[in-house]
T-cell receptor, first 112, second 115 residues
Framework: QKEVEQNSGPLSVPEGAIASLNCTYS??????FFWYRQYSGKSPELIMS????GDKEDGRFTAQLNKASQYVSLLIRDSQPSDSATYLC????????????FGKGTHLIIQP | DTGVSQNPRHKITKRGQNVTFRCDPI?????LYWYRQTLGQGPEFLTY????????KSRLLSDRFSAERPKGSFSTLEIQRTEQGDSAMYLC?????????????FGPGTRLLVL
């Protein structure tokens, strides 16, 4: 069973601080990694994709990938109340499979 | 680019009835995916199409579920003899793989309630 693990939270962060979200995955053959944001009752919205080890920055968001440790993280700088949502980590498994495997998501609350 | 669209947005049905959902992908996207999401869980992959060919199906996709993408454009997902356990959000996503990279974009989903 190929798994993606996330702390379900809730993770509470003061407005303006850095929110750090973590994800581990079991399939060493995985090559593509994604962070989606999902507001309550809505569908997932892509935040970041990352394919190689290291950091990838896009505005206030930074994704970090460490394939040796099978670990992906998302940092949100200058957190805003509008960042309050569930963040889903998704992994495209290796072995030719194309459907994404999602974690259960981390519920993030930004406190004004 | 109008995004992925799904219809209906909500569906309430009685156990044992058949339901059909439609997904229209982003134009020119050749891949189309179906996922199911229940409360407190991440989306679970069901099946996907590349153009009109159905290339992968999850073990979650029981015999009561069937999906089609007859002309490589829109897709339908049918659930026969619905059960209460089928109640979930059904999500469609589309993508256009380029240079070994692929990003899936999700539609708004169809929320199904089976009574």
């Amino acid at each position: 069973q190929k798994e993606v693990e996330q702390n379900s939270g809730p993770l509470s962060v003061p407005e303006g601080a850095i929110a750090s979200l973590n994800c581990t995955y079991s399939d060493r053959g995985s090559q593509s990694f994604f962070w989606y944001r999902q507001y309550s009752g809505k569908s997932p919205e892509l935040i970041m994709s990352i394919y190689s080890n290291g950091d990838k920055e896009d505005g206030r968001f930074t994704a970090q990938l460490n394939k040796a440790s099978q670990y992906v993280s998302l940092l949100i700088r200058d957190s805003q109340p509008s960042d309050s949502a569930t963040y889903l980590c998704a992994v495209k498994p290796g072995g030719g499979a194309d459907g994404l495997t999602f974690g259960k998501g981390t519920h993030l609350i930004i406190q004004p | 680019d109008t995004g992925v669209s799904q219809n209906p947005r909500h569906k309430i049905t009685k156990r044992g009835q058949n339901v059909t959902f439609r997904c229209d992908p982003i134009s020119e996207h050749n891949r189309l995916y179906w996922y199911r999401q229940t409360l407190g869980q991440g989306p679970e992959f069901l099946t996907y199409f590349q153009n009109e060919a159905q290339l992968e199906k999850s073990r979650l996709l029981s015999d009561r579920f069937s999906a089609e993408r007859p002309k490589g454009s829109f897709s339908t997902l049918e659930i026969q003899r619905t059960e209460q356990g089928d109640s979930a959000m059904y999500l469609c996503a589309s993508s256009l793989p380029l240079g070994g990279q692929e990003t899936q974009y999700f539609g708004p989903g169809t929320r199904l309630l089976v009574l």
